[in-house]
């Protein structure tokens, strides 16, 4: 199946440079997820976590 995609994605005459800026997009996506995480400070995590579950609305 991957023999497939692969050559039917070749086939564009500019196949490499769509790969290059698919890897270029997905790389700046995960750089930028781990900047947000790593950036959020270490108190919104801990008072995320302790806050209450509300039992007086159930979801079902």
């Known amino acids: ?3 497939y ?3 039917h ?5 500019h196949a490499d440079v769509i790969q ?3 890897l270029i997009a997905s790389v700046l996506f995960f750089v930028g997820l781990v900047y947000v995480v790593l950036n959020k400070p270490k108190n919104h ?3 995320t976590s302790e806050l209450p ?8």
Do not use: S
Request: glycine share 0%; net charge negative.
């Open 45 to 47: 995590y801990k008072e």
């Open 9 to 13: 994605f070749w086939q564009f005459e």
């Open 20 to 22: 290059t800026v698919i």
């Open 53 to 60: 579950l509300d039992d007086e609305d159930p979801l079902f």
């Open 5 to 7: 995609f692969k050559e």
């Open 1 to 3: 199946m991957l023999k």
